[in-house]
């Protein structure tokens, strides 16, 4: 099983792009979230979906709009890319609804310049 | 106030010491707590759960200590592969909501 896979890993944008980060899982989990890291700031949950078709905002929304047409797969967007948008992003699943992110993509580094 | 609080160390211990990380929470609300380990540049991995009455794997021991809102995880007898970022999650009582605490840097000294 190939787990939690994000695309790109790395990615630079200029202010105003908009970009779309990829997350697929092949573990028919039903639990889906994105996070950003920032130093000095930890994880910090951004969006999550309890299934296909069903989103909601977590902590830091702003910004960035995601969808959940499959199980499979959540994709995050950024409409108006912004410098303070810069940081790691992580894609995490979960087997149950509000259980704890049990696997981690391995993260899209992105910079806004 | 920050949902969840770690000190961000680092902290720097010879191999074979038994350290000890302490995160607290301010919703008492809270139900879950995890903890979770994280590499240089790499993404987190759980690590363990934390349960009321303590959650023992092999060196790993991780308290949660609800009167005074903190958990704990402690290392025995610390390897030099133990050295990475711990970082510690809570889960409060409603909703999907993860707050996580910003990390405590380990380096294990040979």
């Known amino acids: 099983n190939a787990g939690v896979t994000q695309t790109p890993k790395f990615q630079v944008l200029k202010t105003g792009q908009s970009m779309t980060l990829q997350c697929a899982q092949d573990m028919n989990h039903e639990y889906m979230s994105w996070y950003r890291q920032d130093p000095g700031m930890g994880l910090r949950l951004i969006h999550y979906s309890v299934g296909a078709g069903i989103t909601d905002q977590g902590e830091v929304p702003n910004g960035y709009n995601v969808s959940r047409s499959t199980t499979e797969d959540f994709p995050l967007r950024l409409l108006s890319a912004a410098p303070s948008q810069t940081s790691v992003y992580f894609c995490a699943s979960s087997d149950g609804q509000g259980s704890q992110p049990q696997h981690f993509g391995d993260g899209t580094r992105l910079s806004i310049l | ?110």
């Open chain 2, 1 to 110: 106030r920050k949902e969840v609080e770690q000190d961000p160390g680092p902290f720097n211990v010879p191999e074979g010491a038994t350290v000890a990380f302490n995160c607290t929470y301010s919703n008492s609300a809270s139900q879950s707590f995890f903890w979770y380990r994280q590499d240089c540049r790499k993404e987190p991995k759980l690590l363990m759960s934390v349960y009321s009455s303590g959650n023992e794997d092999g060196r790993f021991t991780a308290q949660l200590n609800r009167a005074s809102q903190y958990i704990s995880l402690l290392i025995r007898d610390s390897k030099l592969s133990d050295s990475a970022t711990y970082l510690c999650a809570a889960h409060p009582n409603t909703g999907n909501q993860f707050y996580f605490g910003t990390g405590t840097s380990l380096t294990v000294i040979p």
